[in-house]
């Protein structure tokens, strides 16, 4: 398969991608469709940010805040991101806020109808859940739960080159994003407050008037604890960390580009599904073109026959224009070809059942009778699986395997089909159809039917599965392969062409059947 990819060309590519489409289409699907029901489930939520500031200017330095921002390496620089998210001061933010309140169900009215049904749902759960405990664990399991939502809710950003750094709240109402940025800030505040005024304490005493306007302070930033936008000048505080943009309500929520992930999405099953579509056409062993098949069996290609949704016979059934024009086709070339070298019969046989080479031997006959003017017989020696008697529409049920072992005569088990075709069909026998092929009679009757005939068409079984095929072509002038694109494997034909030996010169060529023209003719003519 590797040889024959590296000769491959555009037309052999496309080829691919056209048969393979289904696992193309059904890639971009399943990858598009996970990616709306993750967009789906993904509520939206708004984020607001409020911009800090590290001055570090303490009546008792502390050693951080000198290193904080010194390098954006430096280790110390995560201890604002401690800070902000420690307990002591996001515990203020929920009692302040009581976000132990907030129900289970909260996100139910900003989700989607699907996401409302699972929010729903776990909620409930959580409550039977929450029932089950005493009143006083219910209380203090909600407010662990509401001060990890709310850790989870915060992001913070130093930036870069400054003493500057950002804490982003997410929240699915807007209002609340807002609210909740503004209320851990300022309790961010009066934590760095607090610990100023514990260490003013230590040094200058809790009378001293330094420690006096830093506990007023520390009340009054409390009482600013709302959440509500103050002014700038009341929102600064006299802490060394300073609030120098407080959070608004944002607008928009957070920016998914919903649209150009569900292009990407699409784009990247496309791909997907191509790159699937190379690997399982690498894995699959079957024939796929009648370019390959000459190459693998190096055995002419005398015709390609279009795949069709169902078999029978021509006279019976309408068929596709391209089917007929197959068929005239391989008519034709096996007319000329007869004409060359006089042969008069020919075995039509595949290699594995399902191939369509009964069928095609039927319709091949109607075809070559009608416009070559011979007179064609179809001789059914498929004596394990018959069928044309059904087929054909044919009422005796005599036919080869009685003319074999002497209960019929030749003109008893001949039935005209259509002027110029006749057919003998398989007939009923107990005993082992190579006995009765490889007997003597049967050597007999064929020399009588090229007497009789100009052409005689030999149904046979599967060439890989049964020896009656070989045994029929060295009676026969000439064999014909039927493999059928998709379905016959390389190696199996291969191996059922080695083991004609000697009569490998018998072989006439190759009939690819089921052939699928998968590229539009538009543009195979472009290629």
């Known amino acids: ?244 943009q407080q959070a608004e309500v944002p607008l928009k929520p957070t920016s998914q580009h919903r649209f150009l992930i569900v292009i990407l999405a699409f784009l990247t099953g496309i791909f997907f599904g191509m790159v699937l579509s190379f690997i399982f056409e690498y894995m699959d062993q079957s024939i796929k073109s009648s370019g390959e098949a000459e190459d693998l069996l190096k055995l002419p290609i005398l015709g390609n026959i279009p795949k069709i949704l169902r078999w029978g016979m021509l006279v019976n059934s309408k068929f596709p224009q391209g089917y007929i024009k197959g068929l005239n086709s391989l008519a034709d070339h096996i007319s000329l070809l007869q004409t060359e070298s006089g042969f008069k019969s020919m075995v039509l046989a595949g290699c594995h059942p399902k191939e369509g080479a009964s069928s095609l031997a039927a319709n091949l006959s109607l075809i070559a009778s009608e416009y070559s003017g011979k007179n064609v017989l179809l001789l059914e020696a498929n004596l394990r699986h018959p069928n044309f008697q059904k087929l054909f529409k044919v009422r005796r049920e005599a036919g080869l395997a009685d003319l074999l072992t002497g209960q019929k005569k030749l003109d008893e088990v001949v039935d005209e089909v259509k002027s110029g075709m006749s057919l003998i069909t398989a007939g009923k026998t107990n005993l082992n159809p190579v006995l009765l092929l490889g007997s003597t009679r049967m050597n007999q009757l064929m020399d009588e039917l090229k007497d009789r005939f100009d052409l005689i068409v030999i149904d046979a079984p599967p060439l890989a599965d049964f020896q009656d095929g070989y045994l029929l072509s060295s009676l026969a002038d000439k064999t014909l392969l039927v493999v059928s694109e998709n379905r016959t494997r390389r190696q199996v034909a291969a191996k059922v062409v080695d083991a004609f030996g000697g009569l490998k010169e018998k072989i006439l060529g190759v009939i690819l059947n089921r052939r699928l023209y998968s590229i539009p003719n538009w543009l195979y003519q472009q290629l």
Not at 15 to 31: G, P
């Open 1 to 244: 398969m590797g040889d024959l990819m590296n000769q491959w060309t555009m037309r052999d590519y496309l080829r691919v991608l056209f048969r393979q489409q289904k696992i193309i289409i059904t890639s971009t699907i399943i990858v598009t469709g996970i990616v709306i029901i993750g967009l789906m489930l993904n509520t939206k939520v708004y984020e607001a940010q409020v911009k800090m500031l590290v001055s570090g200017e303490k009546e008792v330095a502390s050693l951080y805040y000198k290193q904080l921002f010194e390098t954006d390496n430096n280790p110390e620089s995560l201890t604002q991101i401690e800070i902000v998210t420690a307990n002591p001061v996001l515990e203020r933010a929920v009692k302040v806020l009581k976000l132990y309140d907030r129900p289970f169900d909260y996100e139910y009215k900003f989700a989607s109808p699907l996401k409302r049904y699972l929010v729903e749902y776990f909620a409930h759960q959580h409550e039977k859940e929450m029932e089950q405990l005493p009143p006083e664990k219910q209380k203090l399991l909600r407010f662990r739960q509401a001060l990890d939502a709310l850790r989870k809710c915060i992001k913070v950003e130093p930036i870069k080159e400054t003493n500057v750094f950002t804490i982003h709240v997410r929240d699915f109402d807007a209002q609340q994003a807002a609210i909740l940025a503004n209320v851990v800030s300022r309790s961010y505040v009066i934590f760095d407050l607090e610990q100023q005024l514990a260490e003013l304490k230590l040094k200058y005493g809790p009378k001293h008037p330094i420690v006096l306007q830093l506990r007023d302070n520390i009340d009054e930033m409390t009482n600013n604890l709302s959440g509500k936008t103050l002014p700038d000048i009341e929102s600064i505080g006299p802490a060394s960390v300073k609030i120098i």
